[in-house]
C-alpha cells in the first residue's frame, strides 16, 4: 500500500496508543521522568463516633389530665390561629412572588458573576449570555480544554472545528459551515486521551487531497504526545486516522498545555522548557510523514497555557524560522511573555525581516495556569504583516492585548470588553485564527485574511455553556451563541 503524502497514518509496526504497555521511560525519549499521571491522593474520610448523652429523668410532678370540655376548647383556639397565620403568610409570599416576575426585574436579566467566575463548579450567570434557559451539555467535561481552527472553504464561508473533552475522557470534533453560524452533531475522535488533556488542533491545506486535514493533538497515558487526523477525503467510512507523529515516542512535561498552527506545535517539557514539534515539510511544503523535535531558548512557569501565532500572511514565511511567535507566563513572576524562536536566525537570513510588533509586552501578571489565547489577521496597510490578539483570563474576566495602530506605529494596548466577562473559573479559551497554504485546492497560494466578523471569534465557558464570541472591525466584542453541545 502507498503511503498518502502528510500526516496519514505511518504505516510502521508500533504499538496502539490505547495497548501500550508502560515499561519505564525510553532511554532514548526526550522525557527522561516516567511520572505516574493517574496516580491521585486517596480520599481519606474520618469517622467521628458520637457518644449518646446520658438519660434524663423527669422529676416533675404529674398533673391530672384536663377535662374533656376544656381540652376541645384548646384545640379549637390553636386551629383558628393557624388559619389566621396562613394567610399573613400567603399574602407576603405573593408580593414577594409578584415583585419577581414583574417587567423590570425580567428585563435586568442575571447579574454578572464577580471575581474568579466560580471557582471551578462553572456556575456563574451573567448578563452576557444568550440565554439561561438552554441546558447544560451532558458531553462536555468540566473544566475541558478547547480548541478551534478553520479555513475559508471553497464556498467562501468560514468552515471551523472546535474540539472539546467529555466526561468519560474521549475528545469529541465538532463542525460548522459558517453558515448561520449552524454546527453539526460532535463526531468521535480516534483518540486515546488521559483525563483532562490538553488539547490543541490545527488545518492542513494542501492541493486537492488535504481539503482540508484537521490535526488534532493531546496528550496520553505517562504523558505521550500523541495525535490523529480528520479528513473527509478519506476512504470508505474511517475519516479519522492516527497521526504519523504516533510511531514516535515523544512526551510532554507533567500538565503542559498545547498550542499549534501548522506545521508548528508548542509543549513544555520536564524542566520547563519550550519545545516546538515541526513536521519535516517537503520541498514544495508539502507535509510528509517525518517530524522533528527541538527545545527552545525559552522556559515557562509549571504548567503555563500556551499560545501560537504566525507572524507573516504567507506560509511560506511563516514555516520556516521567525515565522511564528509563542505567548506564555514566564518562570519567575508569572508575568506574560513573547519569545519568537530563532529571531536572528531569521534577521540574518532575510535582510527585510521585520517584526509586526514591539516584544516587549506591557507588564501583567497573572495567576498560575491563567488560560491564554491568540489569534492573528492580516494588515491592511502591508502585503505580508499581521496585527495580533492575545487573550488572558485575570479574576473572571477576558482581557483583550492588541496591537494598536492609531499612532502610525503598532502600540500593545489592552481592552476588557464586556462580552467577555464573567467567566467559569475552569473555563478553556480558545481562539481561530485561519489556516493559510501554499497551494490551495486552485493551485495558487492562500495568504491570511484582514479580519473581518466571521473569521475573528473566540470561545469559552460561562454559565457551563461554550459560548461564542466574534470581534467587529472596530474591536467591539459580542456574544454569537451558545455552542450546541448535547
Sequence with gaps: MTEQPGLEVAYRQHVQPSLEVWKGPDPDSPDKEAVPHYDKDAVRYHQTQYVSAPEVLDTTPKKKPASRKRLFWIIGTLVVLMVILAAVLGGVLGSKASKSTSPAATEAGPKPAEGPGTGGKGDSTNSNSTSTD?????????????????????????????????????????KSHGVNDSWEAPMSVNAYPKPDTKITA???IFEDYFNPQIEIFYTGKQSRFLGTNYNDQNPGDIKFIEDSVNSLRFFTGLNSSLA???PWIIQQDSDGTLVHVRNRLLGNFAPSLVWDRNRLNATAQAASSLAIVPLSTNFSAMAVEGGYAVFYQALEGGTLVVEIPSLERAQELDGNYTLPWPMELPTITLPRRAQL?????????TESLVNTYVLYIDEGNINVLYTDMGSGSPIWTIVQPDALKGVDGDSGLACLTLASSPAGPSGGPIL???GTEDNMRCYFVR????QEAKMSEIRDWS??????IP
Design 202 to 204: 490545527t488545518i492542513i
Design 479 to 484: 456574544v454569537v451563541g451558545v455552542v450546541p
Design 463 to 466: 454559565g457551563g455553556l461554550v
Design 448 to 450: 491570511s485574511e484582514v
Design 260 to 262: 499549534s498552527y501548522w
Design 134 to 174: 438552554i441546558p447544560r451539555p451532558k458531553t462536555l467535561r468540566q473544566g475541558s480544554s478547547l480548541s478551534v481552527t478553520g479555513w475559508r472553504n471553497m464556498d467562501g464561508h468560514v468552515e471551523k472545528y472546535l474540539t472539546f473533552q467529555t466526561p468519560q475522557d474521549e475528545l469529541r470534533l465538532m
Design 373 to 381: 489565547a491568540a489569534f492573528s489577521v492580516a494588515r491592511d496597510d
